[in-house]
């Protein structure tokens, strides 16, 4: 498998998101692309990537091939990313070679671990309200609301999304309608869920490799985030709800 990204922080950026999360990963290839799916070790957050073939300025892989390494060692191999690097992944019989092209020319072996493809349950879920908005937006109100409690309670009413957090001093809330331009699109009925803050804020570090997130919650459902990549890829996250 062998893959060049022209824009290697949107890339970095991916890995470092899903090492919020887990601490290894693995990247299954197939001609339409590459998928990097898994589960938290708490089992609350279920996280699937696809970038197709597409997305990626050169791109090789058999019908299918599986990579498992460390996610701390790919984040610190692209810890020092700048702005116009390219990056290629080449994976080999014992060790992944990640390149960083642009001033000069960084290479790195990572060792590649003994893994299976995961096993992810199939979800299927009608969920009650969905709504679009920039990805800067949905980043700004966890900024704004990350530190005033470990609780995000989401409320749908009338098409507007209201993000509310109480904390130990009062509760705190944003919100987002069509009307006011923060939200793109509103879609579905009334809807209420209560999620893991740091759940929530770790995915809005997406905001460098995605423009547009949907966000789609029903009452005791989990959240899904579907943040939008280019090309038709996308990042999917969800997020299991937490007992009111």
């Known amino acids: 498998m062998k893959f060049k990204v022209i824009d290697a922080n949107s890339m970095a950026t991916i890995f470092r998101t899903i090492g919020e999360f887990m601490p290894e990963i693995t990247l299954i290839?197939?001609?339409?692309?590459?998928?990097?799916?898994?589960?938290?070790?708490a089992r609350v957050a279920l996280i699937d990537i696809f970038i197709p073939q597409a997305y990626f300025h050169e791109y090789e892989s058999a019908e299918k091939e599986t990579v498992t390494v460390k996610l701390?060692?790919?984040?610190?191999s692209l810890?020092?990313?700048?702005?116009?690097?390219?990056?290629t992944f080449q994976?080999?019989?014992?060790?992944?070679?990640?390149?960083?092209?642009?001033?000069?020319?960084?290479t790195f072996y990572l060792p590649i671990l003994m893994g299976e493809e995961p096993s992810l349950p199939s979800i299927k879920l009608e969920f009650a309200f969905k709504a679009k908005m920039l990805t800067s937006t949905f980043s700004n109100v966890m900024q704004i609301l990350g530190d005033l409690g470990d609780a995000?309670?989401?409320?749908?009413?009338?098409?507007?999304?209201?993000?509310?957090?109480?904390?130990?001093?009062?509760?705190s809330?944003?919100?987002?309608s069509e009307e006011s331009g923060t939200l793109l699109e509103a879609t579905g009925a009334d809807a209420k869920g209560?999620?893991?803050?740091?759940?929530?804020?770790?995915?809005?570090?997406?905001?460098n490799s995605s423009d547009i997130v949907e966000l789609m919650f029903g009452s005791q459902l989990p959240i899904k985030l579907r943040f939008e990549?280019?090309?038709?890829?996308?990042?999917?996250?969800?997020?299991?709800p937490r007992a009111e």
């Open 29 to 41: 290839g197939t001609k339409e692309g590459v998928r990097l799916s898994g589960v938290d070790p």
């Open 72 to 76: 701390e060692e790919i984040i610190a």
């Open 79 to 87: 810890k020092n990313v700048k702005k116009n690097d390219s990056l």
């Open 91 to 106: 994976s080999g019989e014992d060790r992944l070679m990640i390149t960083l092209d642009g001033d000069f020319e960084r």
């Open 152 to 171: 995000l309670t989401l409320s749908a009413e009338g098409g507007k999304l209201t993000f509310m957090v109480e904390g130990d001093v009062g509760s």
């Open 173 to 176: 809330k944003v919100e987002l």
């Open 194 to 207: 209560t999620y893991g803050m740091d759940y929530l804020v770790k995915t809005a570090k997406m905001r």
């Open 229 to 240: 990549l280019p090309q038709e890829g996308y990042g999917d996250f969800y997020i299991a």
